[in-house]
């Protein structure tokens, strides 16, 4: 606004308006004709009511030249080959610098590998939404991708780090993803092996003599291979890693077993709010969903409330208070509010076991009263959420809101530490503030 010379950037625009708040696009930038020069990228055909610059595809020897590499005396056999493959992929860069970094890396020429990824087997997805079209169209693509993991594969043994890398990063936010953070989501998925004994021969033959010199990979060595491979692209920050939107799409559909929790539960044990804020609210959005976003993850009691003490409410302070996004603050209480309450639903629902009904004497007890230490705990983390919320819709000035809520939580407290317990003191506390802003509000509403 003071014709300082700012360069605003937006990267992959998907929408003019903000699906959060509702602001369009144009809410949200200088006003035009000072210095301030904007660059926007989408795939959007008109923005602004704009038509954007359409940039237009690698040339035939452009594309060439990014899959030979350093190599330059392919037989006309193999440049026929790269000439299909750069085909099949449709120019598209990401799998042009696949297929040049497996040529470098490998001792295979073209033609093999062109043979290698047709026969390699495709997976049965279930492909929906408007950012799977590309890979829909593009089973060879899907077929590189599947190559990569094999070669991963062969090399570390089944489930390979590198590979369990991959195919988690597709629960993260789409920022630069932290190296330690990933890799320790990925040592918390299980590890499976679906090859066959057919596979296993045939990229035994085509890595020969890789794996010896790779043996069992740690995190740097992983990491190492999926920026050889070009799965992977280094970040500005040290020890972060970007991903190709279409690798983390590819991820998500896979449907590696477990790969969301382990996302979820690397950043509850290891995330930053200061660091990787974007992660901790991806995380928020795999557990308990927000608009028209389906919860994907389930956790147990115990789980839940450790993440809503360590990582829900620190996060809904810190986005209230630093960056005053009130909204998303309050939502993200209030979903988890939801949550806990159908965690207590579900606690007071009558348990029926095998043994209790050769014990015809025997009432059928709850989970409440099977485990009451933790019901008890369920119970008060509930009402200190409830707490918080009404502490910010204090600071909101939404008072009758927040009076609502600490009354609950008053009453919840009560029921189980007592009228006398300091916690209970300091929600009753904050009703005195709440109910005298409350009546100074009416008063002036009358007069």
């Known amino acids: 606004m003071r014709n300082i010379p700012f360069l605003v950037v937006i990267d992959n625009l998907e929408s003019e308006k903000d699906w959060w708040d509702q602001k369009l696009v144009m809410d949200l930038l200088p006003r035009f004709g000072g210095e301030t020069h904007i660059l926007i990228s989408t795939r959007l055909p008109c923005v602004m009511n704009l038509e954007p610059l359409k940039l237009s595809y690698l040339s035939g020897v452009e594309a060439m030249s990014l899959m030979q590499g350093s190599i330059k005396d392919y037989p006309i056999a193999d440049i026929d080959a790269l000439r299909i493959i750069e085909e099949k992929v449709g120019r598209l860069t990401l799998a042009l610098a696949i297929v040049g970094s497996m040529l470098s890396e490998l001792p295979i020429n073209p033609s093999r590998l ?47 780090l590198a590979t369990r890398m991959v195919l988690v990063s597709g629960w993260f936010a789409p920022a630069a993803i932290p190296i330690s953070l990933l890799s320790l989501a990925a040592h918390k998925v299980p590890k499976k092996h679906n090859g066959t004994q057919f596979w296993r021969k045939l990229l035994h033959s085509l890595t020969c003599g890789f794996s010896s010199s790779y043996s069992k990979r740690s995190e740097v060595e992983a990491s190492s291979m999926l920026l050889r491979f070009n799965l992977a692209r280094s970040s500005i920050k040290e020890g972060y890693f970007h991903f190709n939107e279409l690798i983390k799409v590819y991820a998500r559909k896979r449907g590696l077993t477990g790969a969301a929790n382990a996302m979820v539960q690397a950043v509850a044990s290891r995330g930053s709010l200061s660091l990787h804020s974007e992660h901790v609210w991806a995380a928020c959005f795999l557990l308990f969903g927000f608009g028209n976003n389906p919860k994907v993850v389930e956790l147990r009691v115990s789980e ?61 007890q709850t989970n409440a009263q099977l485990n009451p230490y933790l019901w008890e705990e369920l119970a008060l983390s509930r009402a200190t959420v409830l707490e918080t919320r009404a502490k910010l819709m204090l600071r909101g000035g939404q008072f009758d809101i927040g009076d609502d809520l600490i009354r609950k939580a008053i009453f919840i407290r009560t029921s189980i530490c007592g009228e006398d317990h300091p916690d209970t003191i300091a929600a009753r506390e904050t009703l005195s503030k709440l109910t005298r802003l409350l009546a100074n509000v009416e008063t002036h509403t009358s007069s």
């Open 304 to 364: 839940l409330l450790c993440l809503v003490k360590q990582v829900i409410l620190p996060l809904a302070i810190w986005t209230f208070v630093t960056f005053s996004r009130c909204g998303a603050a309050l939502e993200l209480l209030r979903v988890c509010t939801d949550a806990l309450e159908a965690a207590d639903q579900a606690f007071l629902t009558p348990v029926e076991k095998w043994l209790d009904k050769s014990l015809c004497w025997k009432p059928i």
């Open 114 to 160: 062109l043979d290698t990824i047709n026969r390699m087997p495709s997976r049965d997805i279930l492909w929906s939404g408007r950012e799977v079209h590309l890979l829909r169209k593009n089973t060879f693509l899907l077929q590189l991708f599947e190559v990569c993991f094999s070669i991963f594969d062969h090399a570390d043994g089944p489930g390979s």
